[in-house]
């Protein structure tokens, strides 16, 4: 079976399907030497898109969300086959973001309205201006919505927009970028394919921003390379979410938060649970009822009805995975539920206890089907165990609702959920704190994040 979608010569890059291993389509590579002049065609085309009012900006995109909706189907289907995931989610990502398009832009849009200042002598006017050319690069996990949340904003923001997709998922950013195009001007928006080189000429061009989803290491790689010209950034990178279940806490809910968060898209979720912290003295109740849960997913293909996880996007996914597995067990996990072996990129789900910080699979982000237990004799100590970590993207306790709000303000999380998902109510950014990243998505907030700022004050009255 085919491991990893890699350029077959230099022109081409395949994709490959990761329950089978069959092709499902190419893309043709980007050369190196092209990348510079599509950085110029977006620079050429960049002043008269700024030159529209950002409502402008926003109504042009509008049909491209219905249009999402109409191809949902066919293109849910393209974007499981190559990444994965059941066909109901693979639709639903793609009907989601067209769902979403009229409320976004006109969000994004209303967030680009200059604010007014003043006091007794001064009026300042705080504009907020396109940076120019933004550099999307995103991840695979999810192959439509990823590029969705960077172009959209970057786009009604003023700016031209280069994506560079994953090379593990090409076929459905390409299909994204056809349909908004179909509504948008020539060199607006551009796409190029190919591996991390791709990725790293763009960077290194003459973009004025860039808004980078992927992994803590090649956000890194990212920030250095734009540290010259300090190229504005947003780095939305990995984590290792932890879940704090104490006394108090609706179980049930507990349990159907930790079975659905760790095990969605295969674990393979920026904010999947990837540590569990529960109390002692409801362990076992916590415990039996997740087992249960569990042993309801069914593994399999992604266009199979019934299989509600698929594969692992590529073998090496599933390697590394295993290997952390086996490593936490070689120091004391007890396998509760899963770990037995299966063919091609599937992973049982698996359910380990008795973890501690020692094993890599407490510390380093899996990005795989496996809830890891460790038992906690009270909130401080679950607190502290939650916060040991580099990261600080999402976190989610669940207990009684006043410790639990109290806990919140003591996690160094960048989200967290109190008796509930992390999600925020309308117009919250989506934010990484530490090593998960610089900036933030979403919400006004977020969107001004593709802005230059710029601050104009003539005196009261003159
Ligand atoms: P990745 O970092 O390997 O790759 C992401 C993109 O960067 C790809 O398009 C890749 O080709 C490109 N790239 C690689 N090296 C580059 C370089 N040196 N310069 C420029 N571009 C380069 O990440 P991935 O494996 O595709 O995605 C999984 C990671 O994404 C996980 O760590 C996950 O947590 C993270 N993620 C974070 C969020 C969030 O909101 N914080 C959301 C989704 C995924």
Not at 178 to 195: A, D, M, R, T, Y
Request: hydrophobic content about 40%; aromatic content about 6%; glycine content about 10%.
């Amino acid at each position: 079976m085919t491991t990893m979608n890699t350029p077959t010569d230099t022109n081409t890059l395949s994709s490959y399907n990761p329950s089978t291993g069959e092709l499902v389509g190419t893309v043709p590579v980007t050369p190196a030497n092209q990348v510079d002049a599509v950085i110029a065609k977006a620079r050429a085309a960049m002043p008269a898109w700024a030159a529209l009012s950002a409502q402008e900006r926003a109504d042009m995109l509008k049909p491209a969300g219905e249009k999402l909706i109409e191809r949902a189907d066919e293109l849910g289907k393209i974007l499981s086959l190559e990444q994965g995931k059941p066909l109901a989610e693979g639709i639903g990502e793609f009907k989601g973001c067209g769902m979403r398009m009229n409320d976004e832009v006109d969000e994004v849009a209303k967030a680009m309205i200059p604010d007014v200042l003043t006091d007794e002598t001064v009026e300042s006017t705080l504009y907020y201006d396109p940076y120019g050319v933004c550099a999307a690069i995103t991840p695979w996990n999810f192959p439509a919505l990823m590029p969705h949340w960077t172009i959209v904003p970057a786009l009604v923001a003023g700016n031209t927009v280069i994506l560079k997709p994953s090379e593990q998922t090409p076929l459905v950013a390409d299909e994204y970028v056809k349909i908004l195009n179909e509504f948008l001007p020539e060199g607006v928006l551009q796409i190029i394919h190919g591996e991390d080189d791709q990725g790293k000429m763009l960077v290194a061009g003459d973009v004025n921003m860039i808004a980078f989803t992927g992994s803590k290491t090649t956000g890194q790689h990212i920030m250095a390379a734009a540290a010259p010209g300090l190229k504005r950034l947003i780095l939305e990178l990995g984590s290792k979410d932890p879940c704090i279940v104490l006394e108090g806490a609706d179980i049930d809910k507990a349990v159907g938060f930790a079975a659905n968060n760790t095990f969605r898209n295969c674990g393979q979720v920026c904010v999947s649970t990837e540590r569990i912290y529960v109390q002692d003295t409801i362990k076992e109740e916590f415990v039996s009822k997740l087992i249960e849960k569990v042993k309801e997913f069914k593994v399999g293909d992604c266009l199979d009805e019934t299989s509600t996880i698929g594969p692992m996007v590529m073998n090496e996914q599933k390697v590394h995975v295993l290997a952390q597995i086996e490593d936490a067990k070689a120091k004391g996990a007890v396998v509760l539920c899963g770990d037995t072996p299966l063919d091609g990129n599937f992973i049982q789900p698996t359910i380990l206890d008795n973890m501690n910080h020692t094993m890599d699979i407490m510390v380093v982000e899996t990005f795989g089907p496996v809830a890891c237990i460790q038992t906690v004799k009270d909130a401080d100590e679950a607190i502290e165990l939650a916060n040991d970590t580099e990261y600080g993207l999402g976190a989610v306790f669940f207990g009684e609702e006043q410790v639990v709000r109290d806990l919140a303000r003591r996690s160094t999380a960048g989200m967290v959920g109190v008796n509930k998902s992390l999600g925020g109510a309308t117009g919250s950014p989506w934010v990484g704190a530490r090593m998960s990243g610089i900036g933030y998505h979403s919400g006004p907030l977020g969107h001004r994040q593709f802005c230059q700022l710029r601050v104009v004050s003539t005196n009261k009255g003159s």
